[in-house]
């Protein structure tokens, strides 16, 4: 696809400049990492595709890992949001199925979401090692992003899918606070994490929403000729992991992403993972969003072989406007991994799921706490086999639920439902007889409602 379709991509790209223009000149890329390295820009796009307003130059690499070997991974990738929204001035009318996309990987328009007019509308750094905020950071960000910088490398951004007019496109008044974060240390190897915070900047709510992300992965020694036509996707359950591997030219090292958390959750969650070659791709929103709240989960794609992408997608949900009494924010962390082979694309899947909770929220539990408030602790061990501790404080008596669920929403099992007084408690779950995975526990009291993420690991 890459050679054949590059005149395309120039055409589509001169197309829409036009309309485009005044939002591209705040549009910056970053390259970050240790040992595996990301491009990425203020657009919501990642990859290759990072490196350029058209189509990108041939000797770019998208991801590096391990850095200097000349391995290409992603030609492109980026967040897809998708939902019902009543589009009507009066409010009355049918609710239109809508998908924005920070990249969409075949026919134009290729991005939909763009930075804003200002300057400071770039990409902001960060590092633990660094107690003061760089300039300008409390006026630009407020109290939307407190500068707490919890990694050796992290880069933050902001845009929305009506900051320029893009053809074909209707914008769901969608505002993302991208945070990337990586560590250079060899536990942290090979995983790049990053937190979509999305918010509905409209003024009505959108409802059954689907988040994904979406990877066009070009696996492979760019030495070689039509690497990329040697690639096959698969998807670990287990891990929540979608993957691209080159299973043909020696050298190749595959590319994964694994869904982190999703918040809030509503309901039963479903979980999609669909691969298909370029021709394949849903040219209209109503499509993406079909596929994107489809729910199927397609088999490995080995032993076949192609110019394969897929989309990892997960919903629905709900997000209030800022309007609402109780407006909503739909956080999203994923990471993207990379490895000597897919086995460990697994065990960094894992890795990565404790750098998150232990590094991002510990953080910002710590910041947020109340004395003598409502508290649910991180489990310990964690990753556990067979038991592990659970331990909650509540301010006040009244009814408590304390539930596990399954990474599909579903309920497993119930570890506390009854009054409980003041104070702090404890609590043992026996995961003897449930098969290895990721689940959640949700504590509910009162008003109070917060879940957090367990790994049974045998």
Known sequence: MKTSVSFLCVLFSILIITSQLRAQTNVVNANQGYQMRLEFDNRGAFGKVSYGLTNPPQDSIGLDYPIGAR???????????????????????????????????????????YPGPSVADSIWTGSRIDTVSPTGWDSYWGAALPYRPVADDERHCRYRDDNASVSQHIPMHL?????????????????????????????????????????????????????????????????????????????????????????????????????????????????????MSSGQILPDEYPSLSDTRFLLATGPSRIRPITDPAPDTLILAMAILSGQDILQLQTRAFRALDLYQNMVLNVEDADNSTPGGFRLDQNYPNPFNPSTSISFSLPQSGFVSLKVFSMLGQEVTTLVS???????????????????????YRLQAGSFTKTRKLVLLR
């Open 175 to 291: 505002e993302v606070i991208q945070s990337s974060y990586t560590w250079n240390d060899t536990y942290s190897a090979g995983i790049h994490i990053i937190r979509y915070k999305v918010i509905n900047t409209g003024t009505k709510p959108i409802d059954s929403v689907y988040v994904g992300i979406f990877l066009d992965g070009d696996v492979g020694p760019i030495s070689i000729i039509n690497y990329w036509n040697n690639n096959s996707s698969g998807f670990r359950l287990v891990y929540r992991l979608g993957f691209i591997n080159n299973p043909v030219n020696t050298g190749s090292t595959p590319v994964g992403v694994s869904y982190i958390t999703l918040s809030p959750v509503i309901g039963s969650q479903r979980l999609t993972f669909q691969w298909y070659s370029g021709p394949a791709s849903p040219g209209s929103d109503a499509a993406r969003y079909a596929l």
């Open 71 to 113: 391995v290409e991974h992603i030609y492109g990738g980026g967040l897809w949001v998708g939902g019902l929204l009543d589009t009507s001035n009066g409010g009355t009318s049918p609710p239109v199925r809508l998908v924005t996309t920070g990249f969409k990987g075949w026919s134009s328009p290729f991005y939909e979401f």
């Open 418 to 440: 009854k009054d409980l007084t003041a104070g702090a408690h404890q609590t043992t779950w026996d995961a003897t007889g449930f098969p290895s995975g990721v689940y959640f």
